[in-house]
Nanobody, 122 residues
């Protein structure tokens, strides 16, 4: 079992920055790829970015490339999402997820956090 707890969400103006954190626990959490998804009201959960177990591989959705950066610190069992140049369309609940592989479909992820709200005002 892997337990995930997100933090760092909040309200920010357009053009601002936030850093989300996802603390993982569980015997094998360091071996998992980690991802961030987001879900806006009335929309499906959307893949944002994923990083493989050692941080050597990443996969970003086009809409956040150049603005968001994922990183992980396996010594702290924590994954980070640095979000810069935020836009109102980035407003959503952001979820951390874990899976053995670097995948982009939510259905393939075994473990999920409770989510953290990010609101970007115009």
């Amino acid at each position: 079992q892997v337990q995930l707890v997100e933090s760092g969400g909040g309200l920010v103006q357009a053009g601002g920055s936030l850093r989300l954190s996802c603390a993982a626990s569980g015997r094998t959490s360091r071996n998992y790829a980690m991802a961030w998804f987001r879900q806006a009201p009335g929309k499906e959960r959307e893949f944002v970015v994923a990083v493989n177990w050692n941080g050597g591989g990443t996969n970003y959705v086009d809409s956040v490339k150049g603005r968001f950066t994922i990183s992980r610190d396996n010594a702290k069992n924590t994954v980070y999402l640095q979000m810069n140049s935020l836009k109102p369309e980035d407003t959503a609940v952001y979820y951390c997820a874990a899976n053995p592989g670097l995948l982009t479909r939510a259905i393939n992820y075994d473990y999920w956090g409770q989510g953290t709200q990010v609101t970007v005002s115009s």
